[in-house]
């Protein structure tokens, strides 16, 4: 009898397992969501504005360059201020500054002539320079048309400003 009831036992589950509503099956997940970003022109910032300005190196040879109203100076394609490029930036030449005898007031001899430093540092155009010697290993120029003995030497003291001496 137990087989029987057994056997009883199981065909009713069967049956009303039948008989059960079936679950409908879940919905299917969502599409991914897909955002899109469609850039149509990259704009590079506006490059910096200045004046052209040509600096005359100590190599006798002029850089170009611009002069914003601020002062600041803007080198490259890109315009970077020199400022933000030091101390990794050095210009070709030598220069004399930190140098002691600019700074003393005694006279510098050149040529076996002795020259007195007057006024204050200028700029000046390559184009009017003629490289004459050198002092200190530093280079001297003349204006062009300066007969010799020249009156007045010129001693760069950075790229772009020259220090004037006169002969006494």
Same mark, same amino acid.
């Given at each position: 009898?137990?087989?029987?009831?057994?056997?009883?036992?199981?065909?009713?589950?069967?049956?009303?397992?039948?008989?059960?509503?079936?679950?409908?099956?879940?919905?299917?997940?969502?599409?991914?969501?897909?955002?899109?970003?469609?850039?149509?022109?990259?704009?590079?910032?506006?490059?910096?504005?200045?004046?052209?300005?040509?600096?005359?190196?100590?190599?006798?040879?002029?850089?170009r360059? &611009? &002069?914003?109203?601020?002062? *600041?100076?803007?080198? $490259?394609?890109?315009?970077?201020?020199?400022?933000?490029?030091?101390?990794?930036?050095?210009?070709? $030449?030598?220069?004399?500054?930190?140098?002691?005898?600019?700074?003393?007031?005694?006279?510098?001899?050149?040529?076996?002539r002795?020259? *007195?430093?007057? $006024?204050?540092?200028?700029?000046?155009?390559?184009?009017?320079?003629?490289?004459? $010697?050198?002092?200190?290993?530093?280079?001297?120029?003349?204006?062009?048309?300066?007969?010799?003995?020249?009156?007045?030497?010129?001693?760069?003291i950075?790229p772009?400003?020259?220090?004037?001496?006169?002969?006494?």
């Amino acid at each position: 009898m137990r087989i029987a009831t057994l056997i009883t036992v199981v065909l009713a589950a069967t049956a009303c397992s039948r008989f059960r509503p079936r679950q409908p099956p879940p919905p299917p997940p969502p599409p991914p969501r897909v955002d899109t970003v469609t850039i149509v022109r990259e704009v590079p910032p506006p490059l910096p504005q200045g004046t052209a300005v040509e600096i005359c190196l100590s190599t006798g040879y002029p850089m170009r360059a &611009l &002069l914003t109203a601020t002062g *600041d100076t803007l080198v $490259g394609p890109t315009r970077i201020s020199i400022d933000s490029l030091r101390p990794g930036l050095d210009f070709a $030449g030598t220069y004399a500054h930190g140098r002691a005898w600019l700074t003393a007031t005694r006279p510098i001899v050149f040529e076996r002539r002795n020259y *007195d430093r007057i $006024g204050q540092p200028i700029t000046l155009r390559c184009d009017d320079l003629k490289a004459i $010697g050198q002092y200190d290993d530093v280079p001297v120029f003349a204006m062009l048309d300066a007969p010799s003995p020249v009156e007045f030497i010129y001693v760069p003291i950075r790229p772009g400003l020259f220090q004037v001496y006169r002969r006494r």
